[in-house]
């Protein structure tokens, strides 16, 4: 808003209006030209701005009390802070109206609501700061409290309020300890004791006049801590309960018996009526109030006072100078006694209570405190802050701490006592580590494999569920000072030895350590590497191995030995899994193999591999799997790649693939120079590193490979992702190319396992170091010698699939299972199938940029003609599977369908030569079937362009893999809204339609052989609908192009759907209307000319659809009806702009015009969608408007724009559906206006009140919109006297309205006080927003009555009405003072409506003048 903020102040802050502040508050008042306020005593309006100083502060308290964002509420305290005030003189208009603003804010900070509360308290604040400590107004917090007697003058007036506020809280206080529940329901404590420490932090206890009073202030403060240790003790009993969120487990009574106790003591219901209680909001007890859950209502009251009096603790213990600060020249207002009073009560509070919200707010005030004594010269003061952290530390072995979630705020108290200063975290944080490592090194972990993983329930035995292991404690305690930003530097020193407990602990035996250790390394990891963002939008910017490992040298080891451990344990499975062989007695050498017994399903899930998995095997992988990828490794050199091999022979694993990967990734090792551990079970040898190679990742290589062959699906999964990060970039392609050969050479002695995971290692590989902005270097190493040998897998990995997908297992034969077959097509389809889109962009190389295009190409026609056609038309690939599913069946017809897209997108053509020699036409050049360059011939017998009908039709025909059919679809969807037609011309649109046709209608038995049955999936009939409409949108298609019998009925079938008489699914409902939106033209060609009965039927079913879509744009219908709504608008809005730009096809028979109220429905739904509360359906209607208008305009503007463009000729019929809509608009009221004020000034007592689904619009800007768009069209339509007449009396609603609202508040005075409304006050009761949003349309509703009665000969009398009704607000005195804004419109309403009736008429510009909400964009 810049400068212009003041001009427009009292109307952006407007009541109830939803907007957002502006980016500044603090804005120049010399600009706005305004002085201080004169509250009363008249003033002029700033220069250019017609806001005078005293609506300024006027709205700006306002602002404070209603406004419900916390930014507005702080941008108004910030401009009322700077607000230059006039001199208060004793009984004043100042002090009175000072006097009147303390009154509001007291009644609102006893409110229970957490935002009125805030806003009493800034209110006080403000006032305390300007009117009582600037100009010593005195202002008396209670009329009838002893302080204004005539015996207190001598008292400061800054003490004199502060008395006061102490007054009602040692009130409050007295209520809780006499009656928590009904304390909690009348005489909340939050809103006071937050005004209190806003009170104290604007005290300047150095000054002067605070140092003359010392003995007061002392005296206060005393009271004040007193008065807030009092308070905790009357709450902590509900907070320190076992679980006092109210997720009470069976064994733990204590919170609930201590609430029922208290309700019970309530007299408020029985104990045996609380169960009913809980679930019921509005059941009252004694007075038969609306308490709502009382339980909820009692935990709500105690940890906000708990909250609040942590804060007032904090600011007295810190602002005041105590005696143990040694400055001479001001008195001391608190002792050390009291500051070590406090902080020891923090103290209890952060380790006693439960309630997460209750000690999280404790943590930031202990802090604060800890570091004032901390830097305190009292010696006893500083001991006690590291004796609070040896007892945080030793708690859990010195006493017996009760079981809690996350060990509750014993973790935040350590973290109190080392954050509170720079010095005391140097001083105390190797200690405090030290301890907790030490108390953390027993994890009860177990030796032997079989005991590691011992269940819980064997160990529960020996242990009590009703205390937590001081393990649990420690590590809690190190993972919060882990995730603490203070910390971040400090804690670098810790995080080695914090992986190893928390690695280790995965092996405990108690389930609470485990558990606990599992939080702990996460939190390791996102201090180390971030922040973990999606995995395909993982670019791998952290920290290389190198730098882990530099960093953090004892981690090396210590994860190599995780490892092998893991590695060992995964041997076990082939000893479980493989049949025993037995020698006979007789020793006959004869072999037999021993059946293994019958087992039960959980012994066969253990025989399967899973509990073989070593605890800490998928945390390792995860760590080395967010490693970023490096550069060949520093420690291998030169002069060592040099040496000969038959000198230094390189020492490899046995990988259980005929060719390791390993081979191509370590370097050749000295078996003098690098001993070797040990022999695995698998007969692998491992290597170890040693000093020269500690920060190496080689010996992480193997030990990850091994893992690769796991039969657990997601071991192998994350073993591969481990691997890719391990591989220096430039050995990356030697890598792929020896994994993918090794596939290829052990052909079928290659187990499935083993495969799968080698393609997991490959598919890692390629998304690390090929799809981020790979250099040409390592494109041209994918294309020459990757992607060879990635096809070359083609024949022995999908050759398979045309014996059928069903097919069982054939003795030893090698037959491809799905899941390795899909992995493999996954490959294929991510990097060669469209390889050009991630291969090309950027590559300077021309001949490696042909040499791409050719083998890529070559690559499709091979697979389309080859492999898919004669797969995919076959008879059982797209047949479900009888019986049981057969794992990667779905995903590997998906992935085929996929690559068979891509083939078709090859726009590269064959060329059959007259000798039968085949050429591909890429482009402009010409190459053999060899890929060799050649010569353009021009006699040539024909060219080969594929049909992919019988494929595509195939796959839409069955319903078995619905996953393939809603590809094919979503990839027409894409040609075709891309306006890709030729692929549609290749299918032949006739054969297309008729199955898009049967997927818009309801499945039937008796559909006969020649009708086709709909999908059963929703997803896959809503894409085909929207493929419908897109073609429909193409003005070749007619209504006798379509195949369907009659229009008309076909119509009626879809509007059927959609009118609930029969159950459609979401997807689909949305998608029918988005089609009836391309259908409305087709519709409208059905009439023949000249049929006005035919016509007249076409309209009545196109306005029941406007009518339709206009329901759906309510706020209250979920987003997919009002985002469904939008893109049909936009659809039927560019088929209109091609109709009326004669751009049809002159085959077409000519539409008749849609008729004019179901065009001014959609112009009412562009209206509402334009100021949607989603922002995706709102900015794509933006959008649409400005490619209409070939400029940018923001959702604001484009709305602006639709509306004040609404200029319907004079010639057209007047628009009365869009006049009586906005009339409605503009009035508001559904029922009586007696009620709606009724309504709108007593505030509501529902627990959960319905809100506004639609945060986002802007109501008082919306009705000048709907304001300025009526007069435009009684402008337009003045000579209709009848039209304009219709308008006129349907606007002078709203002059009766403001009238009869007049009387009900005059008369309802007594009602208004009785619900707290200040009808007499500094704001008035104008100022409640539900009113001030009515009063502010009715206004618009006068002027728009003048307006149109000075068109009309024989309404004269209802400018006499608005003069009459204006001058009776103005003059009221029962309603004085009116908000500004309504002040200064009833005024100009009364003048305006005067000079009309002189002139008889009213110029258009006056009449859409001061509608200072609209940017009016041209």
Not at 344 to 372: D, K, Q, Y
């Amino acid at each position: 808003m810049g400068l212009r903020w003041l001009g427009i102040l009292s109307s952006f802050f407007t009541p109830g209006r939803p907007a957002q502040s502006p980016e500044s508050s603090m804005v120049p008042f010399e600009v706005a030209a305004l002085g201080a306020p004169n509250f009363g005593r008249g003033q002029l309006p700033a220069q250019g701005s017609g806001v005078t100083a005293d609506e300024i502060v006027t709205v700006l308290t306002q602002v404070l009390i209603d406004d419900p964002f916390d930014a507005n509420r702080a941008g108004a305290f910030e401009l009322l802070t700077s607000w230059p005030l006039v001199r208060a003189e004793d009984g004043g208009a100042a002090q009175q109206w000072a006097s009147q603003l303390l009154g509001r804010a007291l009644h609102l900070i006893g409110s229970t609501r957490a935002g009125e509360s805030e806003s009493g308290a800034l209110i006080i604040r403000w006032l305390f700061r300007k009117f009582v400590v600037l100009q010593g107004v005195r202002l008396g917090i209670d009329s009838d409290d002893e302080q204004v007697d005539a015996a207190n003058m001598d008292v400061p007036c800054d003490v004199l309020f502060a008395r006061g506020l102490l007054a009602r809280i040692s009130r409050c206080r007295m209520a809780a300890e006499s009656n928590l529940l009904d304390a909690a329901q009348h005489s909340p404590l939050h809103g006071l004791l937050t005004a209190v420490q806003y009170v104290v932090a604007e005290i300047d206890f150095a000054s002067s006049e605070v140092q003359a009073h010392a003995g007061l202030w002392r005296e206060w403060l005393a009271g004040l801590a007193q008065e807030s240790i009092d308070v905790t003790r009357v709450v902590l009993s509900v907070l320190t309960s076992a679980s006092p969120e109210g997720n009470i487990p069976a064994s733990y009574r204590e919170m609930e018996d201590t609430i029922d106790g208290i309700i019970r003591a309530a007299g408020a219901i029985e104990i045996s009526d609380a169960a009913s209680d809980i679930s019921s909001d509005d059941e009252g007890g004694a007075g038969n109030e609306p308490a709502g859950p009382r339980q909820q209502v009692i935990l709500s009251y105690c940890w906000r006072a708990v909250k609040e009096v942590s804060g007032v603790l904090a600011v007295v213990a810190t602002c005041p100078p105590g005696s143990d600060q040694s400055d001479e020249s001001q008195s001391a207002l608190i002792d050390s006694e009291l500051v070590s009073r406090i902080g020891g009560l923090l103290h209890t509070l952060l380790t006693s209570i439960r309630h997460r919200g209750a000690f999280s707010a404790v943590h930031p005030a202990f802090a604060r405190v800890c570091g004032r004594m901390f830097s305190s010269a009292d010696v006893e003061l500083n001991r006690r802050v590291s004796e609070w952290l040896d007892q945080c530390v030793d708690i859990a072995t010195i006493c017996r701490v009760s079981v809690t979630r996350r060990s509750a705020g014993w973790p935040l108290c350590l973290l109190a006592t080392l954050t509170c200063d720079k010095l005391a975290t140097q001083a105390l944080l190797p200690r405090a580590m030290d301890k907790l490592f030490a108390l953390a090194s027993d994890l009860q972990t177990d030796s032997e494999a079989d005991k590691a993983v011992a269940s819980d329930s064997e160990a529960a035995s020996n242990t009590d569920d009703t205390t937590d292991l001081p393990q649990v404690h420690a590590i809690n305690m190190m993972r919060t000072l882990l995730e603490d930003h203070t910390l971040a530097s400090d804690i670098v020193p810790y995080v080695e030895h914090a992986f190893v407990v928390a690695l280790t602990g995965l092996r405990s035996r108690r389930w609470a350590i485990r558990n606990v250790c599992s939080l702990l390394f996460a939190a390791l990891a996102r201090r180390v590497f971030g922040n973990s963002r999606g995995r395909e939008e993982t670019k791998y910017d952290g920290i290389t191995g190198r730098e882990l490992f530099t960093r953090f040298p004892g981690l090396h080891p210590f994860l190599t030995r995780q490892l092998e451990d893991a590695v060992d344990r995964l041997a076990e499975i082939d000893m479980v899994q493989d049949p025993v062989e037995i020698t006979d007695d007789e020793g006959q050498g004869e072999q037999t193999t021993a059946t293994p017994p019958l087992v039960d399903p959980a012994s066969a899930v253990l025989r399967t591999g899973a509990r073989f998995i070593h605890p800490a095997l998928y945390p390792c992988l995860i760590l080395l799997a967010r490693l970023q990828p490096t550069l060949a490794d520093a420690t291998v050199t030169r002069e060592d790649s040099a040496v000969n091999a038959d000198a230094e022979a390189g020492v490899v694993a046995e990988a259980p693939h005929a060719e390791s990967a390993t081979s191509a990734v370590a370097p050749p090792m000295n078996l003098d120079r690098e001993p070797l551990t040990r022999v695995n079970e698998r007969n692998s040898t491992v290597h170890v590193t040693s000093a020269s190679t500690m920060l190496s990742m080689y010996s992480f290589t193997e030990l990850v490979e091994l893992c690769v062959d796991s039969p657990v699906f997601k071991t192998r999964e994350m073993a591969a992702r481990a691997f890719a990060p391990l591989v220096p970039s430039e050995r990356a392609a030697s890598v792929v190319t020896s994994l993918l050969k090794g596939v290829y050479d052990v052909g079928a002695t290659i187990a499935a396992n083993s495969c799968h995971g080698t393609l997991c290692q490959v598919h890692e590989l390629l998304r690390v170091h090929w799809r981020h902005d790979c250099d040409a270097g390592m494109r041209r190493a994918f294309v020459m010698h990757v992607f060879p040998a990635l096809t070359a897998l083609w024949p022995i990995l999908v050759q398979a699939v045309d014996k059928g997908v069903t097919e069982d297992k054939a003795g030893e034969h090698f037959d491809v299972t799905d899941v390795v077959r899909h992995r493999y097509l996954v490959l294929v389809n991510e990097f060669a199938a469209r390889g050009e889109a991630w291969l090309l962009p950027g590559l300077g190389d021309l001949g490696l940029a042909r040499t791409t295009r050719v083998l890529l190409t070559r690559f499709r026609l091979t697979m389309l003609y080859g492999t898919l056609h004669p797969v995919l038309t076959g008879s059982h690939v797209l047949t479900q599977p009888n019986g049981a599913q057969v794992a990667g069946a779905y995903g590997t017809v998906e992935e085929l369908v996929r690559l068979f897209l891509a083939c078709v997108d090859d726009d590269a053509l064959a060329v059959v030569r007259d000798d039968g020699s085949v050429q591909l036409r890429i482009g402009s050049d010409v190459v053999d079937e060899h890929g060799s360059r050649m010569a353009a011939d021009d006699d040539v017998s024909s060219e080969v362009l594929y049909n992919p009908w019988s494929v595509l039709g195939s796959v839409l025909a069955n319903n078995s893999f619905y996953e393939a059919k809603l590809l094919v679809l979503e990839w027409m969807l894409e040609h075709a809204s891309h306006e890709r037609m030729h692929i549609f011309e290749r299918i032949g649109i006739d054969s297309l339609l008729p199955r898009l046709i049967a997927d818009t209608q309801i499945a039937s038995d008796d559909c006969g052989d020649l009708m086709l049955q709909p999908s059963r999936d929703p997803r896959v009939r809503a894409a085909a609908i929207r493929l419908l409409a897109q073609l429909c949108t193409r003005l070749e298609i007619d209504a006798r192009t379509l195949p369907v019998r009659d229009m008309v009925t076909y119509w009626d079938a879809i509007a059927g759907q959609l009118s609930g008489s029969v159950f459609c699914p979401l997807p689909v409902a949305t998608a029918l209307v988005e089609l009836q939106a391309a259908l409305v033209h087709l519709l409208l060609q059905y009439p023949e000319s000249g049929d006005s009965a035919a016509i007249s039927d076409v309209n009545q079913r196109t306005f029941a659809w406007a009518q339709q879509i206009y329901e759906w744009t309510d706020p209250e219908r979920a987003a997919p009806y009002r985002l469904a709504v939008s893109h049909a608008l936009v659809t039927y809005s560019a088929i209109k702009r091609y109709i009326e730009a004669g751009r049809t096809s002159p085959r077409q028979r000519p539409s008749a015009p849609v008729d004019a109220p179901s065009e001014e429905i959609m112009r009412l739904c562009y209206w509402r969608l334009l100021q949607d509360d989603d922002e995706e359906i709102r900015e794509y209607m933006a959008r649409s408007i400005s490619r209409r208008l070939g400029r940018e305009l923001s959702c604001d503007q484009a709305c602006e724009k639709l509306v004040l463009d609404f200029r319907p000729s004079s010639n057209s019929g007047y628009p009365h559906t869009y006049v009586r809509n906005r009339l409605r608009y503009i009035y508001g009221v559904d029922g009586s206006v007696k009620q709606a004020v009724s309504d709108a000034i007593s505030p509501g007592c529902a627990l959960f009140a319905h809100e506004n689904p639609n945060i986002y619009i802007d109501e008082p800007r919306n009705v000048q919109l709907a304001y300025h768009s009526l007069v435009t069209i009684a402008d337009i339509y003045a000579g209709t006297e009848d039209s304009v007449r219709e308008l006129t009396l349907e606007a002078a609603r709203c002059v009766e309205a403001l009238g009869e609202a007049r009387g009900v508040l005059v008369e309802s005075r007594k009602l208004m006080l009785e619900n707290g409304v200040v009808l007499n006050g500094v704001l008035g009761v104008t100022s409640v927003s539900a009113l001030f949003s009515l009063l502010q349309s009715w206004i618009l509703g006068a002027r728009l009555t003048v307006f149109a009665a000075t068109r009309v000969g024989d309404c004269s009398h209802l400018v006499d009405r608005v003069i009459e009704v204006a001058k009776s607000w103005v003059e009221s005195e029962e309603l004085q003072p009116l908000h500004p804004w309504i002040a200064r419109a009833m005024r100009q309403l009364g003048e305006t409506a005067v000079r009309a009736k002189e002139a008889s008429s009213m110029d258009y510009d006056e009449a859409v003048s001061d509608l200072f909400l609209l940017t009016c964009v041209e």
